[in-house]
């Protein structure tokens, strides 16, 4: 019996002359009560390639909350100086930014966390290992508590970073940077 979970149906890309490209993906959702015959829903997910703060790929209208979990997978190019994971409200503020730096902005193998809120950076977190390495699949876990992200990385090595905006639920996850994602499932 299907319980619940996601299939991605269609593909497509939409090109407008004065919006930056946008990418919809619609995805069929299960419904089923009991041993009666399964129905399918449809429900257009929006992707916007292109923003203000997020750049790169961007999924809104997404609901990662509190007690959540949010599991990234994806390979840095191998040429890569840096990537970035983005959380926040809307695409202009980020509430958590994941920024693994193999040689970029001064750093070298170092993740970076920040936020980003009015307008401004605040101030840089600097927590955990560096388990990443160009043209190799890494894997991040976010478990999204009242107060604070614990981030999980490829390694087992933790980052704890505050929920500094302090709200519940954030609706816009970004990926920036080389690193090609290849899935994130939020549970």
Request: proline share 9%.
């Given at each position: 019996?299907?319980?619940?979970?996601?299939?991605?149906?269609?593909?497509?890309?939409?090109?407008?002359?004065?919006?930056?490209?946008?990418?919809?993906?619609?995805?069929?959702?299960?419904?089923?009560?009991?041993?009666?015959?399964?129905?399918?829903?449809?429900?257009?997910?929006?992707?916007?390639?292109?923003?203000?703060?997020?750049?790169?790929?961007?999924v809104k209208n997404m609901s990662f909350k509190v007690g959540q979990t949010l599991t990234i997978v994806g390979v840095p190019k191998p040429d890569a100086t840096n990537f970035a994971i983005n959380i926040g409200p809307d695409e202009t503020e980020i509430t958590m930014h994941i920024n693994p730096r193999f040689n970029a902005h001064g750093d070298e193998n170092a993740v970076v966390c920040n936020s980003y809120q009015k307008g401004s950076w605040c101030e840089e977190h600097r927590e955990g290992g560096f388990p990443f390495h160009q043209g190799e699949e890494f894997k991040v876990v976010i478990e999204f508590a009242p107060t604070e992200f614990q981030v999980t990385l490829s390694d087992g090595s933790k980052i704890h970073f505050p929920n500094r905006m302090g709200a519940a639920k954030y609706s816009c996850i970004g990926f920036d940077g080389e690193v090609r994602v290849t899935s994130f499932e939020i549970k």
């Open positions: 019996m299907f319980s619940g979970g996601l299939i991605l149906l269609a593909v497509w890309l939409v090109a407008q002359a004065e919006e930056p490209p946008t990418l919809y993906i619609s995805r069929l959702a299960a419904v089923s009560q009991g041993p009666a015959p399964l129905s399918l829903l449809l429900h257009p997910t929006r992707v916007t390639t292109s923003a203000k703060m997020m750049n790169g790929m961007i």
